[in-house]
């Protein structure tokens, strides 16, 4: 990466950490950094390229803020990135809205893009690890991706406060709850 896409990028999650993701531009980017829109529009086509550039580098950063214990078991580092992140959800959750919430998802999410999300790609690995058996390691997957993203959410929200023994009572029930 170029120091000018680096600028950027950098513009761009400084942004994101602290104002409404919604309500850039590329115009209010190039304000924000000096450089002209249509200089801008030379790294990234769109404003989706540019975030979707930002997640994959927000993830990877995500995934190495929340590195656990090698020596754990699955279950137990599972339990510490669920944690980990949940926390960073109260102390940064413009940037945990945008990383899970941002338009440019959308294609990742539908199974259309590659696994560049260094973050999502732990959480997976550590569920197939974890998986008991009474579903796909998929289904699993997603069971604990909803719960992770929901109760963020709820974070975000303000609706509760973080819980780290709830996270690890429902992490623990939907392990036994998932065996044949």
């Not at 974890?130 to 069971?143: I, R």
Request: charge should be neutral; proline fraction near 2%.
């Amino acid at each position: 990466m170029d120091n000018t896409q680096d600028k950027i990028i950098q513009a761009t999650i400084e942004w994101i950490e602290t104002d409404d993701y919604t309500q850039l531009s590329m115009r209010k980017l190039a304000q924000k950094i000096k450089m002209t829109t249509g200089a801008i529009y030379k790294y990234f086509q769109n404003k989706d390229e540019l975030f979707y550039q930002v997640s994959i580098i927000l993830s990877q950063q995500v995934s190495q803020k929340l590195v656990i214990n090698s020596e754990a078991s699955a279950k137990d580092k599972l339990l510490l990135l669920a944690d980990g992140f949940c926390q960073l959800s109260q102390r940064k959750p413009k940037l945990v809205n945008f990383l899970f919430f941002n338009p440019s998802l959308h294609d990742f999410y539908h199974g259309n893009s590659n696994y560049d999300f260094k973050f999502y790609n732990q959480v997976m690995d550590l569920v197939y690890e974890v998986n008991p058996g009474g579903v796909t390691d998929q289904q699993f997957f997603v069971q604990i991706w909803s719960f992770i993203q929901g109760y963020s959410l709820l974070i975000l929200n303000k609706t509760v406060n973080y819980d780290s023994n709830l996270v690890e009572r429902t992490l623990n029930e939907m392990i036994r709850g998932s065996k044949k």
